[in-house]
């Protein structure tokens, strides 16, 4: 296990790809318990346990939709597995990180704390550019603008669905 968690770091510090995470179902499934998890974490500091299992079951199948769209655009539907669940894997490593800067967001942290989630921001949209580019054989900016137009459809279908979802003041 630590071997796996070490492996999702490296992705998450770019020195390895989708393409080096292992095909395996249960390791698939796995992560999608442990993304679920971390959503659900992050989601219960700022709304009720039927909103924050039903947002992290949203977010999980955004990211799976999302990326089996990309990959079929592309043709390169075969490498599905492997980029959801490094998606998964770092987009559940990067959250975690960020939980506890979230907690203190919420209630009042100031302006240091929200520079280090705008700091953890940038990073997973470096990371999900790194994963694209590695799965789609493009550029490394290619990546990055594919991350972007993955970040924002998924921000954007969020907050439609869940207009005010965290409220901070």
Known sequence: MYQLLRFFFDICLLK??????????????????????????????SS?????VLQSF????????L???I????????????????LLATDALISFMAFPAMALLLNDGGGLVFFV??????WHWIVSGHIFSHALEKPFTFGLGVAFLYI???????????????VIE
């Open 71 to 86: 990959l079929y655009i592309a043709n390169k539907r075969s490498r599905f597995q492997q980029t959801a669940g490094a």
């Open 117 to 122: 989630i705008l700091l953890l921001m940038a």
């Open 58 to 65: 949203i977010e999980i199948t955004l990211i799976l939709v």
């Open 48 to 52: 009720n346990v039927f909103y924050a």
């Open 16 to 45: 390895k790809g989708p393409q080096d995470f292992p095909a395996s179902d249960w390791v698939f499934r796995l992560l999608i318990l442990v993304c679920a998890f971390v959503d659900f974490l992050i989601l219960i500091l």
């Open 152 to 166: 924002l459809v998924s921000m954007q279908v969020m907050g439609l669905l869940f207009p005010g979802a965290i």
């Open 67 to 69: 990326a089996w769209i």
